[in-house]
């Protein structure tokens, strides 16, 4: 099975600082990177994909992703009490695929203090 | 997106016995998964519910403990069959609806096993 390596934490922050969650993962030909959001008793749900190279913002997250050295960051402008959670980061099990089944990391938890 | 109902949401069992989940999309969808997620744990994959076929287990999981149906594009159901206390657990329904979109997940059922 591939290794999706995250810290897991946890990490704290205050508010309005940036939050930086990192994700290492193993098979060098891995295609697509999903971040997850989980709230304490909740479903996971998508925040972020990032398929290329290089960085993709959507709001107050970026996504960063560097396939040479098999990192994949997410990192969380201006962060909000309301971001803690736990974040999942994610890859697809079937080797240059860029859908399909997932392998989870264990989640890195984030706290933000006000 | 499309919205996935899961049920029961949570039930309390008696080792030995065994509990349907359900999982109904309010859409057709081209791939339905299974993930559980042990209690401060991530996900991991159980299988891939095949539409009109043997669904396709993970490493670890096998279709006695696990059986799984997905008789048509929008439903699927896993049994955890011959309950015990390690089975105790969130289980999870995710569903991918093709158009290259990432897969999102239900509510989850929340399955402890006494």
């Known amino acids: 099975q591939k290794e999706v390596e995250q810290n897991s934490g946890p990490l704290s922050v205050p508010e309005g600082a940036i939050a930086s969650l990192n994700c290492t993962y193993s098979?060098?030909?891995?295609?697509?990177f999903f971040w997850y959001r989980q709230y304490s008793g909740k479903s996971p749900e998508l925040i972020m994909s990032i398929y290329s190279n290089g960085d993709k913002e959507d709001g107050r997250f970026t996504a960063q992703l560097n396939k040479a050295s098999q990192y994949v960051s997410l990192l969380i402008r201006d962060s909000q009490p309301s971001d803690s959670a736990t974040y999942l980061c994610a890859i697809p099990a079937d080797r240059g695929s860029t859908l399909g089944r997932l392998y989870f990391g264990r989640g890195t938890q984030l706290t933000v203090w006000p | 997106s499309a919205v996935i109902s899961q049920k029961p949401s949570r039930d309390i069992c008696q080792r030995g016995t065994s509990l349907t989940i359900q999982c109904q999309v309010d859409s057709q969808v081209t791939m339905m998964f299974w993930y559980r997620q042990q209690p401060g744990q991530s996900l991991t994959l159980i299988a891939t519910a095949n539409q009109g076929s043997e669904a396709t287990y993970e490493s670890g999981f096998v279709i006695d403990k696990f059986p799984i149906s997905r008789p048509n594009l929008t439903f699927s159901t896993l049994t955890v069959s011959n309950m015990s206390p390690e089975d105790s657990s969130i289980y999870l329904c995710s569903v991918e609806q093709g158009l290259n979109q990432p897969q999102h997940f239900g509510d989850g059922t929340r399955l402890s096993i006494l």
């Open positions: 098979d060098r030909v891995s295609q697509s």
